[in-house]
């Protein structure tokens, strides 16, 4: 399973504001299969088993921004592709969790 966290910062908008353009990005995601992805305050992760998915997907979400009226986006992505098991991006998170001592 591959995941990606993504994260999109928009330039030259006249605006400090962002949730327009994040919200064009995740609604031009649209339905892809075997997808997940959930936002988080400073960006989105994204799973899916076939990395090249991945990879469309973040381009997708970058050019939302474009067509958005962004004269240039700074994109800041993250993968972790492991294949030696079967997880989700939640999984990673209860592992993490599991192990702290101060629960």
Do not use: C, W
């Amino acid at each position: 399973m591959a995941v990606a966290e993504l994260t999109l910062i928009p330039i030259g908008t006249k605006t400090t504001s962002v949730s327009k353009y994040i919200a064009g990005a995740l609604d031009s995601i649209g339905e892809v299969d075997g997808l997940t992805y959930e936002l988080n305050a400073m960006g989105t992760t994204i799973a899916h088993k076939d990395l090249k998915v991945l990879y469309d997907v973040i381009r997708r979400m970058q050019e939302s921004v474009f067509e958005s009226g962004a004269d240039r986006v700074y994109s800041v992505v993250k993968i972790d592709d492991r294949r030696d098991k079967d997880y989700t991006f939640k999984d990673k998170i209860t592992s993490v969790n599991e192990k702290r001592k101060n629960k």
